[in-house]
């Protein structure tokens, strides 16, 4: 089992609607949690992060984290095409250890 | 104030060749990360400085990966006798202090022939 699971997609939205994205993590330990968007070619850029159970919420983007469930979902409200990229998310796996351990990402295109 | 800088952007080495990556974190930046990218995948981490000292070395895959920050600022990733397999682009990312977000460099994609 990977230790940061994401779908690879491609997720396919309409431009207008609401673009969820998931990520499972396996160590219950982890502390810190991130969102990070990267178009093709170019470097990871940090959308969100989330440290505590529940919602955040920042312009269109939401995070949420479940610990007991060991999930992370990112919400993209009010999709536009200029939110096609893929889609990272990233884990500090326990306190003390500052090293991110990525998913694979998922590939995310909104239809105009 | 500028971000992460890389370079070279592009770099390609006939294999056995040597390689030399360089990193310019934020300024003000303690923490200092290098991490690897295949075509596809998310990044997987390499190394990691705070200041001038290597804390985590845990994820270079081989001795021929090195890396070093010697004045806790710019830092250098040194790939000896470089191999098909290093081909990737290789991500620098540099955060305050240990406990906050990593903002990432451009990259250096990096192509063995």
Known sequence: QKEVEQNSGPLSVPEGAIASLNCTYSDRGSQSFFWYRQYSGKSPELIMFIYSNGDKEDGRFTAQLNKASQYVSLLIRDSQPSDSATYLCAVNPRQGAQKLVFGQGTRLTINP | ?113
Not at chain 2, 2 to 16: D, T
Not at chain 2, 41 to 64: H, I, M, V
Not at chain 2, 92 to 109: H, K, L, M, V
Request: aromatic share 12%; net charge neutral.
């Open chain 2, 1 to 113: 104030g500028a971000g992460v800088s890389q370079s070279p952007r592009y770099k390609v080495a006939k294999r056995g060749q040597d390689v030399a990556l360089r990193c310019d974190p934020i300024s003000g930046h303690v923490s200092l990360f290098w991490y690897q990218q295949a075509l596809g995948q998310g990044p997987e981490f390499l190394t990691y400085f705070q200041n001038e000292a290597q804390l985590d070395k845990s994820g270079l895959p081989s001795d021929r990966f090195f890396a070093e920050r010697p004045e806790g600022s710019v830092s250098t990733l040194k790939i000896q006798r470089t191999q098909q397999e290093d081909s990737a682009v290789y991500l620098c990312a540099s955060s305050f202090s240990i406990w906050d977000e990593q903002y990432f460099g451009p990259g250096t994609r990096l192509t063995v022939t």
